[in-house]
């Protein structure tokens, strides 16, 4: 029920915010990049014609592409089950990418310190070209129950505690953020007018707190990291079990989370 990947995206793939895409998208590479993102959502490795299907690629165009990156080892075949599922390249690609972030190692001394401090999962989160934040960095509570959020762990970057956030950042208008509310798919949803007050309150107070609204029975709170015109919206936040926090320690935490993202924006 916790987990990031778990969340339904209604977003669409139309680049990155603020930047247009490729004037000439190859094809080849778009449809490379669909297969490895939709391996990576899915918990079990998947044959060639389930693929094709769910990503509307003719089956043949599918294998070969599949073949492809089986080759260069990010993706790996059963021969057994003939099925498909993400392979170590993948893996590698992602630690240098990671290893050679300056965000991420600034980040993650933040990290520690607050999921130290308040038992609480604590993250750092990009937004990707595709409207979703993606959790970079984590440190995780001393809990025996934790929430189940890993390096990679994706979700609309409207919802929740960040989407306030990085509502907050735009400017949209009514009839904008309307749209957008509507795509979102929440276990207990705030109403609209609602929504548009807590982004009005992060605007204006520099964090954001969702109690329960994304997932019963969660809290979350973020601080939106102030970037460059054009840079990616990143964010740090924590999570945790709702009731674990008083009103004077969810403040408490609210400012903290938004002093480490004051000193990660400098």
Not at 10 to 33: F, H
Not at 141 to 147: C, P, T
Request: hydrophobic letters at 45%; a positive charge.
């Amino acid at each position: 029920m916790t987990n990031a990947d778990g969340a339904r995206s209604q977003s669409k793939s139309s680049g990155a915010p603020g930047s247009a895409g490729p004037a000439r998208p190859v094809t080849a590479v778009s449809r490379a990049a669909s297969i490895l993102r939709y391996l990576g959502r899915s918990q079990v490795p998947l044959g060639v014609n389930r693929i094709a299907r769910d990503l509307d690629i003719i089956p043949s165009t599918a294998l070969h592409i599949l073949r492809t990156l089986a080759h260069e080892d990010l993706v790996v075949f059963d021969p057994n089950t003939k099925r498909y599922g993400l392979g170590v390249g993948v893996l590698g690609i992602a630690r240098n990418m990671l290893g050679g972030s300056g965000f991420v190692q600034a980040a993650q001394g933040h990290l520690n310190a607050i999921a130290a401090e308040f038992d609480m999962a604590a993250i750092a989160v990009e937004l990707d070209s595709h409207d979703h934040m993606v959790v970079t960095a984590l440190a995780r509570s001393g809990l025996d129950l934790s929430i189940h959020v890993n390096i990679g762990s994706h979700f609309p970057a409207l919802i929740s505690a960040t989407g306030r956030c990085i509502a907050a950042q735009r400017n949209w208008d009514r009839k904008e953020l309307a749209g957008r509310f509507k795509d979102l798919r929440w276990q207990n949803p705030p109403s609209f007018e609602v929504w548009l007050e807590e982004i009005e309150a992060a605007r204006r107070n520099g964090f954001a707190i969702d109690d329960g609204n994304y997932i019963r029975g969660i809290i979350i709170v973020a601080a939106p990291i102030t970037q460059p015109p054009g840079a990616p919206s990143r964010a740090i936040v924590a999570v945790g079990v709702t009731g674990q926090l008083d009103a004077g320690q969810r403040q408490t935490l609210a400012q903290k989370l938004r002093a480490a993202a004051d000193s990660l924006a400098a």
